[in-house]
């Protein structure tokens, strides 16, 4: 089948072609990010033992109109992701370790503005990668954090990564280092506690270059369960695999 080979290969937009396989025909991500390397349409065709029919009708699909890109399919996972997260997620995520880490640190910060915001923020991100590390490592040194690590470890391999945040979007406790230490200028901060208790965002499916794996965030308003009322958010990344 040389010519749907040749139209397969010349596809220069590697997500559309895993959103066509993985979404509509249920070939896991693991099969395309191992492949990347390698003749995508070889690889796909072998992995996945395609009669002839099928592997043209799939290529015809990847080919045809932009609409199956990544952001417009992410939706397919939000089915999962809602799933995971009323019976894996909602069960914890209120604890009193976590109420009472976002509140303490509520007091602390309460009267930062977005001045002394942007400086621990900047802070926190020349930090990454160093030994020196005064502002990450109280985040990752806590009674809160070392719950996060035991919800990560409870899961084995589920979840990729969890991190709360006060009520200006400051990380309070993370399960691991993130790349920034403010949340509040992203949606998972914005669509969660900025909308109010019971808020929650689904973040796209993506792939992580750092593990080689797809992952999706699920966020959610933190309350206290004694007033009922916003004070913070939580970010729980998930593998992909795993919610398929």
Not at 76 to 85: G, R
Not at 186 to 214: P, R
Request: aromatic letters at 10%; proline letters at 3%.
């Amino acid at each position: 089948m040389p010519g749907v080979f040749n139209l397969l290969n010349e596809i220069d937009n590697f997500e559309r072609l895993r959103i066509v396989f993985f979404n509509c025909f249920n070939i896991q991500p693991t099969i395309l990010a191992k492949v990347q390397g390698v003749s995508l349409a070889t690889a796909i065709y072998d992995e996945c033992d395609m009669k002839p029919f099928f592997f043209a009708s799939t290529a015809a699909i990847a080919l045809a109109g932009t609409a199956l890109t990544g952001p417009a399919h992410a939706n397919e996972y939000a089915p999962a992701m809602e799933n995971f997260l009323e019976s894996q997620i909602r069960s914890w995520a209120q604890s009193d370790v976590i109420v009472a880490a976002i509140n303490a640190q509520n007091v602390a910060t309460g009267g930062y503005d977005q001045s002394m915001i942007d400086q621990l923020d900047t802070q926190w991100r020349a930090e990454v990668g160093t030994d020196s590390t005064p502002t990450i490592t109280p985040v990752l040194d806590n009674d809160a954090a070392g719950f996060l690590r035991g919800q990560v470890d409870q899961l084995d391999g589920v979840i990729t990564e969890v991190f709360i945040m006060d009520a200006h979007g400051l990380n309070v406790a993370a399960s691991g280092i993130t790349s920034d230490y403010w949340q509040g200028d992203e949606a998972k901060f914005s669509k969660t506690y900025g909308v109010g208790a019971d808020a929650y965002h689904l973040g796209d499916i993506e792939l992580d270059e750092s593990s080689g794996e797809y992952q999706g965030q699920i966020s959610l308003t933190i309350s206290d369960p004694a007033t009922g009322q916003a004070i913070g958010a939580m970010t729980v990344g998930v593998n992909a695999d795993a919610l398929m």
